[in-house]
Each structure stands twice: as C-alpha cells, then as structure tokens.
C-alpha cells in the first residue's frame, strides 16, 4: 500500500532563515508527490508537485521540493522564512492504482510556526 | 475565475440525521473528490466522481453517498450521523486528461459538526 510519512508533528523557525518540512513516502514504481498548505479554517492550496523530471520542484510562493529516490523523501524547503508561512503543511501521494484520476494519500501534517 | 467552491460553511446536526454537503468544481474540471479531514488530522479519501458515476472509493461506510450531475457539481450525502462523523469536508475537483490532470484544487471545506 502506497503511504507517506511526516515524521515531524512541528516545526519552527525564525523569520528569515531557512526552513525545511519533512516527508518520506512509500509506493511501488514511480511516485506523484504533491505538497499541500492549509491555513486556519481553509481548504487545502496546491504548492507543488513531482511527476517526472527535474529533482528540483520550484512551486508557489517561494517554497521548492527536493524529490530523492534512493532515501524516498521529497522534503519541502524554502531559503528565507516568512512569518506568513506558519500553516499546517501536508504532503501527499497519489494512488496509480487506476491509470487517471487517483485518490491523494495524505501524511499526518506537519504545523509550521515562524517566529519573527 | 471562481475556483472550488462548498456550501454550507458550517453545520450542527444531532445523531441519526442525515445531512448533504454540496460542491460546484473550478470552471473546466471534470472530476470531483470528498475528502474527510478530522481534528488533527491529514484528509482522508472518500470517492471520486467522474461523468457522473462514482470512479473510486475509500474506506467508509454505505452511510457515505455521492452525486454529480451533469454540471459536474457534486453532492455527499451522510445517513445516520454518528458523533464520529464531526470533521472538515473537503471537496477537491481536478481534469481527467491533459497536463493538469494530476493537480487536484480544493474548496474551503463544510465544517459539520454532529451533537
């Protein structure tokens, strides 16, 4: 069964230094990633995603992924912490059990906290 | 553009109702997922619509039925609420073909709160 990890419930950061999310999946062939955020009270906002390519995902907001398939993580990161930033974090995966669509397959969030 | 947008926000219900949550999917999307996220908690998969038939489905209960008419927009139905059943709702909508297809864009959730 394909599943992911986020093995930090916490995170925190002070304004202006890098920040790092952690996550760590398990699938069988090739995975879709995704990173979601969520703030208070609203619905999930696409970060980004891996599906092929590059290693280095580029996404909103000045966040970027670092997909590694020999330690199969996908650590999401960002150079300069904002306090803006403090959300609950989700990573995902996406079933490729049926060949379009497919559910998301979400870790236990991590809560990012910056402080100015 | 509108994106994913969910009614009502917010719901109190007491055991053994019945409840409907309702989603109209980001203009040009073709699917529709629901998803519930309990306190604390990542979302977990419902079922997934898709020309107007249900494509997949989680681990949940018969209680738990869906919808979607030919708009797309959706509709999940709970039967017998049980306390447990108190969560965010989330309906996500997304494209079944093309270079987009793997991004699913959520709405800001139904917040059913079950006494």
């Known amino acids: 069964a394909q599943s992911v990890a986020q093995p930090e419930d916490q995170v925190n950061v002070a304004e202006g230094n890098p920040l790092t999310v952690k996550c760590t999946y398990s699938v069988s062939g090739n995975p879709y990633l995704f990173w979601y955020v969520q703030y208070p009270n609203r619905g999930l906002q696409f970060l980004l995603k891996y599906i092929t390519g590059d290693n280095l995902v580029k996404g909103s907001y000045g966040f970027e992924a670092e997909f590694n398939k020999s330690q199969t993580s996908f650590h999401l990161k960002k150079p300069s912490a904002l306090v803006s930033d403090s959300a609950l974090y989700f990573c995902a995966v996406r079933d490729k059990i049926y060949n379009q669509g497919g559910k998301l397959i979400f870790g236990q969030g991590t809560e990012l906290s910056v402080k100015p | 553009d509108a994106g994913v947008t969910q009614s009502p926000t917010h719901l109190i219900k007491t055991r053994g109702q019945q409840v409907t949550l309702r989603c109209s999917p980001k203009?040009?999307?073709?699917?529709v997922s629901w998803y519930q996220q309990a306190l604390g908690q990542g979302p977990q998969f419902i079922f997934q619509y898709y020309e107007e038939e249900e494509r997949q489905r989680g681990n949940f209960p018969d209680r738990f039925s869906g919808h979607q008419f030919p708009n797309y927009s959706s509709e999940l139905n709970v039967n017998a609420l049980l306390l447990g059943d108190s969560a965010l709702y989330l309906c996500?909508?997304?494209?079944?073909?093309?270079?987009?297809?793997?991004?699913?864009?959520f709405g800001a959730g139904t917040r059913l709160s079950v006494l």
């Open positions: 203009s040009g999307h073709d699917t």
């Open positions: 996500a909508s997304s494209l079944r073909q093309g270079l987009a297809k793997n991004i699913q864009y």
